[in-house]
């Protein structure tokens, strides 16, 4: 009989398993599925994961694996199969999916961390110890807050920064312990507001899910209390002895958010998110694993975590496009919440003011529960929402003067007014007046933004930077202009026009770092001011004396050819539109614009968000885009043209060949719509498809072709399973 093998997925580029025999002195057997082997490969050593034990092939000589890392199998379980599920739909190579999900420290071999979630308490010592410590000080501060019971971690991370030192001093000189403390335990607190009734209504219907996997779209418009019927929900899943995921947008992860969560479930709340240390993402994966964690809110990745005890999975703001890895393994967060939550045998809740169409198609076809918030929470007004046509008007720094003449009267009577742009930088291009010559990206097909008032150039694909240069490279005039406006400009000009008021300016560049949102909207304060900024102003946080939004940056995504743009526009104006005036203050919001004609403006005035979906879904159908059609993107880049071409044409022979009568069309070898980026060429093909399994059936022939295409050597390509966009 032959020998055993350990057949392993390795993060490596190749869509095959890699064949080992055991360490030596070991025999393998079905118990090494799912754990970790560091292996030899080439002259390097690798971190992988066992997929399967087979009879070792007689004929060829197989290398030893270095070292069984775990002694129990890592992934097991439904995670486990809805990793080596995702490699497949993806069509990208298991050791990749694995490498994408599973936090840095284990993927590089760590020992998996101890997860139990420890809370700090006062000793005998401890509890008397407060009159011999510095009034004022931290030490004294942590005392005191212990001295009303034990606490965990996160909680302290949250009320008291720089604890941790202090937690050091006291714990040294025996006041302070630390205890394990079983979270099951805990319940959540009672409610603090009283839900209303159609807030009541989606809390029971999600109740009455719970057991088993349904998903439901909570379509409620902004301020109609949605967070609420999460907590609710998720309150309940924890009173049955459940976990729930929670997963945010990139942006929606603020420490508002976390707040909130925290004091309302009354259990620790953990978190994962770009700005986590390794050890701790490790930590969080294995307090899940274990079920000592109860609540996860976390961003993309956080759908990967284990969930033995799942109860709910939440998805807010589900039409947000970070859901979507937009590199490496391109997986949809949402899409993968679906699969787990059926796999696991309970209820998606999907959030939005502006669910994505595909969502509204699943609810209207009655795939998903529809339940609706059409109304704000606690008696809030909608806002009234007026074009302002600046055709013919005199603008400055691109604000007409009905713009600044509402923002006067907003700041006259003690609000706070957004105004919102989504162009960062001073301005979009850099003009020659006497010849027309714009400054370009050197390395892309784009022209360098103007940044810092003139001072900098920058490229907003391949991050170039460039001086401006003296006078125009191409007639040698010295009339080099800013054209256009981006949020430092409109800074700029309100700081002129208000200069007692608070401005606040909100995009990448002021954002930077952990915190620096919320350091931000904390310059802000209470008193009147203007926030200007990009869309990362259009959700999240709760800006309750914002009673002015003034949109003055639509125009530019109006005309975008992309199958997605009017959907995100929508999307976007919407959410924006809907900071304005919550409680008790009716808020106003303008919409500035050369083209007050234009269908998606007025299909948006006239019925909102239902009635963009009403007219955009039947002309996806007829295109044959999704939700009715089905989609896989071949990117491909090299530093020439040629290659991208040969290799394209290749794909699509391929494919022409394995699709025999099935329907598939196949649009390309195309340029990219951007066709050079960081000075590499990008081509393209698009597969598409009205039926999803025979898109899929083909990727499942297809895709292991393409590494073997002798064309492929020579560029780097891709695949994108239900691209978010075409370029
Ligand atoms: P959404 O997530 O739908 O935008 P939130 O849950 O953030 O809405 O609620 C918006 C505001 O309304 C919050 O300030 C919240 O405290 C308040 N709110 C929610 N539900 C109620 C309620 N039933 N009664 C009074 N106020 C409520
Ligand atoms: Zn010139
Ligand atoms: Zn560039």
């Not at 703001?317 to 949402?334: I, P």
């Given at each position: 009989?032959?020998?055993?093998?350990?057949?392993?997925?390795?993060?490596?580029?190749?869509?095959?398993?890699?064949?080992y025999l055991p360490p030596p002195a070991q025999t393998a057997d079905p118990g090494w599925v799912g754990c970790r082997l560091r292996v030899p490969f080439g002259r390097r050593q690798l971190v992988g994961v066992v997929a399967a034990v087979e009879p070792a092939a007689e004929a060829r000589p197989l290398r030893e694996a270095l070292e069984r890392i775990d002694p129990t199998p890592l992934l097991a379980g439904e995670l486990w199969q809805t990793l080596q599920w995702a490699a497949r739909y993806y069509h990208a190579p298991l050791g990749e999916m694995l490498a994408t999900a599973l936090p840095s420290r284990l993927r590089e071999g760590a020992a998996r961390h101890d997860s139990r979630i420890r809370h700090w308490r006062l000793t005998e010592a401890g509890a008397s110890a407060r009159t011999g410590l510095?009034?004022?000080?931290?030490?004294?501060?942590?005392?005191?807050?212990?001295?009303?019971?034990?606490?965990?971690?996160?909680?302290?991370?949250?009320?008291?920064?720089?604890?941790?030192?202090?937690?050091?001093?006291?714990?040294?000189?025996?006041?302070?312990?630390?205890?394990?403390?079983?979270?099951?335990?805990?319940?959540?607190?009672?409610?603090?507001?009283?839900?209303?009734?159609?807030?009541?209504?989606?809390?029971?219907?999600?109740?009455?899910?719970?057991?088993?996997?349904?998903?439901?779209?909570?379509?409620?418009?902004?301020?109609?209390?949605?967070?609420?019927?999460?907590?609710?929900?998720?309150?309940?899943?924890?009173?049955?002895?459940?976990?729930?995921?929670?997963?945010?947008?990139?942006?929606?992860?603020?420490?508002?958010?976390?707040?909130?969560?925290?004091?309302?479930?009354?259990?620790?709340?953990?978190?994962?998110?770009?700005?986590?240390?390794?050890?701790?993402?490790?930590?969080?994966?294995?307090?899940?694993?274990?079920?000592?964690?109860?609540?996860?809110?976390?961003?993309?990745?956080?759908?990967?975590?284990?969930?033995?005890?799942?109860?709910?999975?939440?998805?807010?703001?589900?039409?947000?496009?970070?859901?979507?890895?937009?590199?490496?393994?391109?997986?949809?967060?949402?899409?993968?919440?679906?699969?787990?939550?059926?796999?696991?045998?309970?209820?998606?809740?999907?959030?939005?003011?502006?669910?994505?169409?595909?969502?509204?198609?699943?609810?209207?076809?009655?795939?998903?529960?529809?339940?609706?918030?059409?109304?704000?929470?606690?008696?809030?007004?909608?806002?009234?929402?007026?074009?302002?046509?600046?055709?013919?008007?005199?603008?400055?720094?691109?604000?007409?003067?009905?713009?600044?003449?509402?923002?006067?009267?907003?700041?006259?009577?003690?609000?706070?007014?957004?105004?919102?742009?989504?162009?960062?930088?001073?301005?979009?291009?850099?003009?020659?007046?006497?010849?027309?010559?714009?400054?370009?990206?050197?390395?892309?097909?784009?022209?360098?933004?103007?940044?810092?008032?003139?001072?900098?150039?920058?490229?907003?694909?391949?991050?170039?930077?460039?001086?401006?240069?003296?006078?125009?490279?191409?007639?040698?005039?010295?009339?080099?202009?800013?054209?256009?406006?981006?949020?430092?400009?409109?800074?700029?000009?309100?700081?002129?026009?208000?200069?007692?008021?608070?401005?606040?300016?909100?995009?990448?560049?002021?954002?930077?770092?952990?915190?620096?949102?919320?350091?931000?909207?904390?310059?802000?304060?209470?008193?009147?001011?203007?926030?200007?900024?990009?869309?990362?102003?259009?959700?999240?946080?709760?800006?309750?004396?914002?009673?002015?939004?003034?949109?003055?940056?639509?125009?530019?995504?109006?005309?975008?050819?992309?199958?997605?743009?009017?959907?995100?526009?929508?999307?976007?104006?919407?959410?924006?539109?809907?900071?304005?005036?919550?409680?008790?203050?009716?808020?106003?919001?303008?919409?500035?614009?050369?083209?007050?004609?234009?269908?998606?403006?007025?299909?948006?005035?006239?019925?909102?968000?239902?009635?963009?979906?009403?007219?955009?879904?039947?002309?996806?159908?007829?295109?044959?885009?999704?939700?009715?059609?089905?989609?896989?993107?071949?990117?491909?880049?090299?530093?020439?043209?040629?290659?991208?071409?040969?290799?394209?044409?290749?794909?699509?022979?391929?494919?022409?060949?394995?699709?025999?009568?099935?329907?598939?069309?196949?649009?390309?070898?195309?340029?990219?719509?951007?066709?050079?980026?960081?000075?590499?060429?990008?081509?393209?093909?698009?597969?598409?498809?009205?039926?999803?399994?025979?898109?899929?059936?083909?990727?499942?022939?297809?895709?292991?072709?393409?590494?073997?295409?002798?064309?492929?050597?020579?560029?780097?390509?891709?695949?994108?399973?239900?691209?978010?966009?075409?370029?």
């Amino acid at each position: 009989m032959p020998a055993l093998c350990l057949r392993v997925a390795l993060p490596v580029p190749r869509p095959d398993l890699f064949d080992y025999l055991p360490p030596p002195a070991q025999t393998a057997d079905p118990g090494w599925v799912g754990c970790r082997l560091r292996v030899p490969f080439g002259r390097r050593q690798l971190v992988g994961v066992v997929a399967a034990v087979e009879p070792a092939a007689e004929a060829r000589p197989l290398r030893e694996a270095l070292e069984r890392i775990d002694p129990t199998p890592l992934l097991a379980g439904e995670l486990w199969q809805t990793l080596q599920w995702a490699a497949r739909y993806y069509h990208a190579p298991l050791g990749e999916m694995l490498a994408t999900a599973l936090p840095s420290r284990l993927r590089e071999g760590a020992a998996r961390h101890d997860s139990r979630i420890r809370h700090w308490r006062l000793t005998e010592a401890g509890a008397s110890a407060r009159t011999g410590l510095r009034a004022g000080g931290r030490p004294r501060a942590l005392v005191e807050r212990l001295a009303t019971g034990s606490q965990d971690e996160a909680t302290l991370d949250e009320a008291l920064p720089g604890w941790r030192a202090a937690a050091r001093t006291l714990r040294g000189r025996g006041l302070v312990e630390t205890v394990a403390v079983d979270a099951a335990a805990a319940l959540p607190a009672a409610a603090t507001v009283a839900p209303n009734q159609a807030q009541q209504a989606a809390i029971d219907a999600i109740v009455a899910a719970l057991g088993g996997f349904q998903p439901i779209l909570l379509d409620g418009v902004t301020g109609s209390g949605k967070t609420e019927v999460y907590l609710e929900a998720i309150a309940e899943c924890l009173r049955r002895g459940r976990q729930a995921l929670v997963l945010v947008p990139e942006i929606g992860l603020t420490p508002q958010t976390l707040r909130r969560f925290r004091q309302r479930l009354g259990v620790p709340v953990e978190t994962l998110h770009s700005g986590l240390a390794d050890g701790e993402r490790a930590r969080v994966w294995a307090a899940m694993a274990d079920g000592q964690a109860r609540v996860l809110v976390g961003t993309r990745s956080a759908v990967f975590c284990p969930l033995p005890r799942a109860g709910l999975i939440v998805i807010d703001e589900e039409h947000d496009g970070s859901y979507k890895q937009q590199d490496g393994v391109r997986y949809s967060a949402r899409d993968l919440a679906l699969v787990r939550g059926k796999a696991l045998a309970v209820p998606v809740l999907l959030g939005s003011a502006t669910p994505a169409l595909e969502s509204l198609a699943a609810a209207r076809a009655g795939r998903y529960l529809h339940l609706r918030l059409a109304e704000r929470a606690g008696g809030a007004k909608p806002p009234v929402v007026r074009v302002v046509d600046v055709r013919r008007r005199p603008l400055s720094a691109g604000l007409s003067p009905e713009l600044r003449e509402a923002l006067a009267a907003c700041l006259q009577r003690g609000e706070q007014a957004l105004v919102f742009k989504n162009r960062r930088g001073y301005a979009p291009a850099l003009l020659c007046h006497d010849c027309g010559w714009t400054a370009q990206c050197r390395r892309c097909d784009a022209a360098l933004s103007v940044h810092r008032a003139g001072r900098r150039l920058l490229c907003h694909h391949c991050g170039a930077e460039a001086r401006p240069p003296p006078a125009c490279p191409d007639c040698g005039g010295l009339a080099l202009q800013p054209q256009g406006t981006g949020t430092e400009r409109i800074e700029e000009a309100l700081t002129d026009a208000f200069p007692a008021a608070r401005l606040v300016r909100v995009d990448r560049e002021t954002t930077r770092g952990r915190d620096g949102l919320k350091a931000q909207l904390d310059r802000l304060g209470d008193g009147p001011g203007i926030l200007v900024g990009t869309q990362m102003l259009a959700k999240g946080h709760d800006l309750p004396r914002l009673s002015l939004v003034a949109v003055v940056g639509v125009d530019e995504g109006l005309f975008s050819a992309d199958f997605r743009a009017g959907e995100r526009l929508a999307q976007l104006l919407v959410q924006v539109a809907g900071r304005a005036g919550r409680a008790d203050r009716p808020g106003q919001v303008l919409l500035q614009t050369h083209h007050p004609d234009h269908p998606l403006l007025l299909t948006l005035l006239a019925g909102g968000y239902r009635l963009f979906a009403d007219n955009a879904l039947p002309e996806r159908e007829a295109a044959g885009f999704p939700p009715f059609g089905y989609l896989a993107l071949l990117r491909a880049e090299a530093l020439e043209e040629a290659p991208l071409r040969e290799f394209l044409a290749a794909a699509r022979e391929l494919a022409e060949a394995g699709a025999g009568a099935r329907a598939l069309t196949l649009h390309g070898p195309l340029p990219a719509p951007m066709l050079r980026r960081a000075g590499r060429m990008r081509w393209q093909l698009l597969l598409s498809s009205p039926s999803r399994p025979a898109l899929q059936a083909l990727l499942d022939r297809w895709t292991p072709a393409l590494y073997d295409l002798k064309q492929a050597r020579r560029v780097r390509w891709s695949l994108d399973v239900d691209p978010l966009d075409l370029y």
